[in-house]
Structures are given as structure tokens and as C-alpha cells.
């Protein structure tokens, strides 16, 4: 948007997509970091953004300009800072954290998010007596799959295929956990041969008296 922008007002942008001989580390050169220093004169300096190695480095000029605090530290390392002076503190737990919304989600909520945007999302609500046989069919529910009436089929086998998972499972088996689990297996993997991949997809068992 911004090189349209200066296109527009006549501005030739020239960058290296349009020559190969252009080029910008976006770095700036060890005798651009000391003017900066001279320019700011710190009372404390902590190098962020590099290897260790370029951290190091960039804390040796800070030194070598004046600057008498300097501490250099790697992720994982917290900094303890007051009026006077700043310092190395305590090692913590870091790694990626994935915000949505302005709060943090785990990997696994969102490789569960991943897996529902690329592959879709099925839900199947089976209803169970309190003795533990099928009141009715099993009920499918899907979405981002195809937006083609040859899907409705596809659900129909996979709901017959989860009736019958039931009817084989023996009575004493028939806990909510398992049967959970095993209706999910056996829709996932008639989804996965009509369908070609594999969607998520959740289970939700219902007794009713």
C-alpha cells in the first residue's frame, strides 16, 4: 500500500522486488549505533534484538562509549530495573505465547482452531437410554466442509457407520468417555475416505431417562 501510495505522487520506488541489487539489512552499521549512544548518552544500556554474539558486540560499544551499566541477557532472563541502577535478575519459563482477543491461548487451542479452518468441523450428538442403547440415530452436524449436496450422503454414512460402532460395542462399554471417543474415530475415518482429509470432529453423548 505504501509504494502505491508513492507511486501515485510520482515517486519512482525502487526496492528488491524491482532490482535485485537493492538491499537494506534493516540493521543499522556499528558506527550508526555509537552516534546513537553519543546522541542518547545512557545512564544504562540493554542490547535487545540479535544473537548472543551481536548482543555481546553491541554491549562492548555501549561500553566503550561511557556507558557504565550495560547488562546483556538471552529469553529467559528477566532484567530487574530501579531509580539507580539495572541488573540480571531471575530466570523464568518463556517461549511463544499466542494472543487472541488480549488473551493468551495454549498450542493446543490453537492447533484445534488450525484443524477446524483447514479441514472443518463435524459435531455428532448420539442420544442414549439410561440402560445404554441408541434412542435414535446418531445426528450430524458440519461445517466448512463442501458446499455441495453430495455431502448430505457422505453424513448419512457416517451417521449409519457411527449406529452400527454402537449397536457392536457391548452394553458394559457404552460409557459416555468411550463411546466419545470411539463414534468420533469411526466418523473421522468415513469423513476421511469420502472426503479425502479429515475434519475435527467432536462427540457429544446424551442420556436421556
Avoid at 88 to 116: C, K, W, Y
Amino acid at each position: 500500500r505504501i509504494i502505491n501510495d508513492l507511486e501515485r505522487i510520482g515517486i519512482d520506488v525502487r526496492f528488491y522486488r524491482s532490482d535485485r541489487g537493492v538491499h537494506v539489512s534493516g540493521h543499522a552499521h556499528r558506527g550508526e549505533q555509537q552516534r546513537m549512544l553519543e546522541l542518547v548518552r545512557p545512564k544504562a544500556f540493554l542490547p535487545v534484538h540479535g544473537t548472543l554474539m551481536q548482543l555481546r558486540r553491541h554491549a562492548e560499544l555501549a561500553k566503550e562509549s561511557g556507558v557504565e551499566q550495560v547488562v546483556v541477557v538471552e529469553n529467559g532472563t528477566s532484567v530487574e530495573v530501579d531509580e539507580s541502577c539495572i541488573a540480571q535478575g531471575a530466570p523464568f519459563e518463556t517461549g511463544e505465547v499466542h494472543v487472541a482477543s488480549g488473551r493468551a491461548i495454549t498450542d493446543h487451542t490453537l492447533n484445534g482452531r488450525q484443524g477446524m479452518a483447514q479441514g472443518g468441523h463435524v459435531v455428532v450428538t448420539v442420544l442414549m437410554s439410561k440402560k445404554g442403547h441408541l434412542v435414535r440415530p446418531p445426528e450430524i452436524l458440519a461445517r466448512g466442509l463442501w458446499d455441495d449436496p453430495s455431502v448430505h450422503g457422505i453424513l448419512r454414512d457416517a451417521a449409519r457407520d457411527a449406529a452400527r460402532a454402537i449397536e457392536k460395542t457391548p452394553i458394559q462399554n457404552r460409557s459416555e468417555e468411550s463411546l466419545c471417543t470411539h463414534v468420533s474415530q469411526v466418523v473421522r475415518r468415513t469423513l476421511q475416505k469420502h472426503l479425502g482429509w479429515a475434519p475435527a470432529v467432536d462427540t457429544v453423548v446424551v442420556q436421556i431417562p
